[in-house]
């Protein structure tokens, strides 16, 4: 018996050589089609921030790529004036309080409201106007000393009381913090050294102040702030943090009280949002959708953070079709995007429960945990609950009951305040990660306005933004 190829090698004939796909009959030696390669990833611009041409990739999509990566940028703070939406009023008040009061100043509200994109406008503005600016962020292991005295090395000698300007000293560059103890000093040493300086203002902003774990160091700067009040220095310090109130990033100082200013940082509302998306169009020459800045609105809940990562990833899936107009689609596929990421930061076992949570038993209850917890600080009670869930549901006692036996799988904390029990996720990311899931199966039901009655018509809620 006798076998053809591909069981042997070994042909009797040319004529026993089967036709392979992609080779014409009788021609033998014809070469196999070429197999379409994959592009190879690549960066979209260089370390010069200048986009690159690619060969398949139209001009205009690529410079409209790079504007949308500059404009919305979700994870660095706004530092450029121009990308700066909304906020004014607030950027109004922060100033009002330093050059109007001399106050101090303290800016606090939810994570990624956007409190240090403010304080960065602010120091753009302040050092247009010949304030000295000087920014530090604090950390677990701040320390008193070490961060005042490299904020008074921004200060020059030059605008100490003592130095005169044609000093040695003064003409070498020497900075204030040369005038400060060696080692360890503490809030009085540095008032008595911040009330001689003349010449010119001085801002000190200490950012991330809720990252403090040093009750030492948060008790100075309160004195430090009452002693540059009392002997009227021309320095005055901005203090900016995660906090649900003005005492619990300060502490308790009723001492200082007069001596600041108290700045709760809202959420954006739905023109400012708009406004964020019409400067994005005019710098990235692409057109978003009337529709998707509404639905951006109610998805991001006021957060600039949220608002920012939706139009940077729908933006940019569009322009990855080809396309220079961002609908809903590319909203869609945003939001997927968005939970994706933040699922990558939590742990498996979370994203686990969470799922499990929602599929299971409690979906009624899920989406009521989900929407009561979307307040500003995160706390929720078990009536806010049961408002949210249809009659047949239990009533109040039924969702105490589920509470307390889905706390420890949910990561809920509780207290007891004014006689009422209330809760709230432990990591504070995860009411919006239930948020983001309630409203992608509203989005895609087109259903998530009627989560939002009051605001389901944006013609009647929203003023006309330019888009030029």
Same mark, same amino acid.
């Given at each position: 018996?006798?076998?053809?190829?591909?069981?042997?090698?070994?042909?009797?004939?040319?004529?026993?050589?089967?036709?392979?796909?992609?080779?014409?009959?009788?021609?033998?030696?014809?070469?196999?089609?070429?197999?379409?390669?994959?592009?190879?990833?690549?960066?979209?611009?260089?370390?010069?921030?200048?986009?690159?041409?690619?060969?398949?990739?139209?001009?205009?999509?690529?410079?409209?790529?790079?504007?949308?990566?500059?404009?919305?940028?979700?994870?660095?703070?706004?530092?450029?004036?121009?990308?700066?939406?909304?906020?004014?009023?607030?950027?109004?008040?922060?100033?009002?309080?330093?050059?109007?009061?001399?106050?101090?100043?303290?800016?606090?509200?939810?994570?990624?409201?956007?409190?240090?994109?403010?304080?960065?406008?602010?120091?753009?503005?302040?050092?247009?106007?010949?304030?000295?600016?000087?920014?530090?962020?604090?950390?677990?292991?701040?320390?008193?000393?070490?961060?005042?005295?490299?904020?008074?090395?921004?200060?020059?000698?030059?605008?100490?009381?003592?130095?005169?300007?044609?000093?040695?000293?003064?003409?070498?560059?020497?900075?204030?913090?040369?005038?400060?103890?060696?080692?360890?000093?503490?809030?009085?040493?540095?008032?008595?050294?911040?009330?001689?300086?003349?010449?010119?203002?001085?801002?000190?902003?200490?950012?991330?102040?809720?990252?403090?774990?040093?009750?030492?160091?948060?008790?100075?700067?309160?004195?430090?702030?009452?002693?540059?009040?009392?002997?009227?220095?021309?320095?005055?310090?901005?203090?900016?943090?995660?906090?649900?109130?003005?005492?619990?990033?300060?502490?308790?100082?009723?001492?200082?009280?007069?001596?600041?200013?108290?700045?709760?940082?809202?959420?954006?509302?739905?023109?400012?949002?708009?406004?964020?998306?019409?400067?994005?169009?005019?710098?990235?020459?692409?057109?978003?959708?009337?529709?998707?800045?509404?639905?951006?609105?109610?998805?991001?809940?006021?957060?600039?953070?949220?608002?920012?990562?939706?139009?940077?990833?729908?933006?940019?899936?569009?322009?990855?079709?080809?396309?220079?107009?961002?609908?809903?689609?590319?909203?869609?596929?945003?939001?997927?995007?968005?939970?994706?990421?933040?699922?990558?930061?939590?742990?498996?076992?979370?994203?686990?429960?969470?799922? !499990? +949570? *929602?599929?299971? =038993?409690? $979906?009624?209850?899920?989406?009521?945990?989900?929407?009561?917890? @979307?307040?500003?600080? %995160?706390?929720?009670?078990?009536?806010?609950?049961?408002?949210?869930?249809?009659?047949?549901?239990?009533?109040?006692?039924?969702?105490?009951?589920?509470?307390?036996?889905?706390?420890?799988?949910?990561?809920?904390?509780?207290?007891?305040?004014?006689?009422?029990?209330?809760? !709230? +996720? *432990?990591?504070? =990311?995860? $009411?919006?990660?239930?948020?983001?899931?309630?409203?992608?199966? @509203?989005?895609?039901? %087109?259903?998530?306005?009627?989560?939002?009655?009051?605001?389901?018509?944006?013609?009647?809620?929203?003023?006309?933004?330019?888009?030029?």
């Amino acid at each position: 018996m006798r076998f053809l190829w591909p069981f042997s090698r070994k042909q009797e004939s040319e004529e026993d050589l089967p036709i392979l796909p992609g080779y014409a009959a009788g021609a033998r030696d014809a070469v196999a089609p070429a197999r379409t390669r994959p592009e190879f990833p690549s960066f979209r611009a260089s370390a010069l921030d200048r986009p690159l041409e690619r060969k398949r990739e139209r001009r205009e999509i690529t410079q409209a790529r790079f504007a949308i990566m500059n404009m919305f940028t979700p994870t660095q703070p706004v530092t450029d004036r121009a990308s700066f939406a909304g906020r004014l009023g607030m950027l109004g008040k922060l100033i009002s309080s330093i050059e109007g009061q001399r106050s101090h100043v303290v800016l606090y509200g939810e994570r990624g409201i956007g409190k240090t994109s403010l304080l960065h406008v602010l120091t753009d503005v302040a050092r247009e106007s010949s304030y000295i600016v000087s920014y530090a962020t604090c950390g677990v292991s701040s320390d008193f000393s070490e961060t005042f005295r490299a904020v008074l090395e921004d200060v020059p000698l030059l605008f100490h009381r003592g130095v005169a300007p044609n000093a040695g000293e003064a003409e070498s560059g020497g900075s204030l913090a040369e005038r400060l103890p060696a080692g360890k000093f503490g809030a009085r040493e540095l008032a008595d050294l911040c009330s001689e300086i003349v010449g010119t203002r001085v801002i000190i902003i200490l950012d991330e102040y809720d990252r403090l774990t040093d009750s030492s160091f948060r008790q100075a700067v309160a004195e430090l702030m009452k002693n540059l009040s009392d002997r009227a220095a021309r320095v005055q310090i901005v203090i900016a943090g995660v906090a649900p109130d003005l005492q619990e990033l300060l502490g308790y100082a009723p001492s200082i009280r007069r001596n600041i200013i108290g700045l709760p940082m809202p959420r954006l509302q739905e023109s400012e949002i708009q406004e964020m998306i019409a400067i994005g169009e005019a710098s990235a020459g692409v057109r978003f959708d009337p529709k998707f800045g509404h639905l951006v609105s109610l998805l991001a809940l006021g957060s600039p953070y949220l608002a920012r990562l939706l139009c940077h990833h729908a933006g940019i899936e569009a322009l990855d079709q080809g396309r220079l107009t961002v609908d809903v689609s590319h909203l869609r596929g945003a939001l997927d995007t968005v939970i994706t990421e933040a699922e990558g930061r939590m742990s498996p076992r979370t994203v686990a429960d969470m799922q !499990r +949570f *929602r599929s299971g =038993s409690y $979906p009624q209850l899920f989406t009521a945990i989900g929407e009561a917890s @979307r307040s500003a600080d %995160g706390w929720f009670t078990i009536d806010e609950v049961a408002a949210l869930l249809p009659d047949s549901a239990g009533g109040a006692a039924h969702v105490q009951s589920e509470l307390q036996s889905l706390g420890s799988m949910l990561g809920l904390e509780t207290e007891v305040e004014d006689g009422e029990q209330r809760f !709230r +996720f *432990r990591d504070d =990311s995860l $009411p919006i990660y239930l948020w983001l899931l309630i409203a992608r199966d @509203r989005l895609n039901s %087109g259903k998530l306005e009627t989560a939002f009655p009051e605001r389901a018509d944006p013609g009647k809620t929203v003023p006309a933004v330019s888009r030029a």
